[in-house]
Each structure stands twice: as C-alpha cells, then as structure tokens.
C-alpha cells in the first residue's frame, strides 16, 4: 500500500509543480523566436521607409495612408466626417 502513495505522489520527470516543463520550453523558445522575427520585419519596414524618404515621400503621411488603408471605408468615412465637424466647430475649416 505504501508504495501505490508513493507512486501517486510521484510527477512525471519533465513536471515541476504540476508544470510540464517542455512544453513550457517549448512555449517559450516559440515565443522567443517570433520575437526575433518581429524584430527582422520591424527591420526591414525602416528600411523601407527610409527608401521612401530618400525617393522624396513624406513618411508621416504614408503612415497615415497604410493606418487608413487597415479601416473599413465605411468607419474611415465616419471618422473624416467627424473630424471635418469637429474642425468646423473649432472654426479651423
């Protein structure tokens, strides 16, 4: 009998504390490497903004392109609406 208390007690050897420590590894080195890929492409969008710089192009404003292009036309069309309200109120149009 004691040893069926003992083997209950016992945890798998890749557990610690009810953890399954490679899977946690695993988790993390994922993790890890999409970060270092994130890094790379967050890389690579300088560069490119600096090539557009460089050809003459205001980046701000193609940020605010590219920030636009991600919204429905319907919500985009709202909020140029709102905005040209609220510039109207403020007598800035």
């Known amino acids: 009998m004691a040893a ?4 209950k007690n016992e ?8 953890i399954a420590a490679e899977r946690l590894r695993q988790i993390v080195a ?5 970060e270092e890929e ?8 300088k560069e490119v903004y600096a090539e557009a710089k460089g050809a003459g ?4 404003i193609i940020r605010q392109i590219i920030r636009l292009r991600k919204v429905e036309q ?3 069309q709202e909020q140029e609406a709102l905005l040209d309200l609220y510039m109207q109120a403020l007598g800035m149009a």
Do not use: H, M, Y
């Open 4 to 7: 069926t208390a003992a083997a």
């Open 30 to 34: 994922r993790i890890e490497r999409l």
């Open 38 to 45: 994130k890094k790379a492409l967050a890389d690579d969008i």
């Open 11 to 18: 945890q798998p050897a890749n557990d610690v504390g009810g």
């Open 57 to 60: 192009f205001d980046t701000k």
């Open 74 to 76: 319907a919500d985009r």
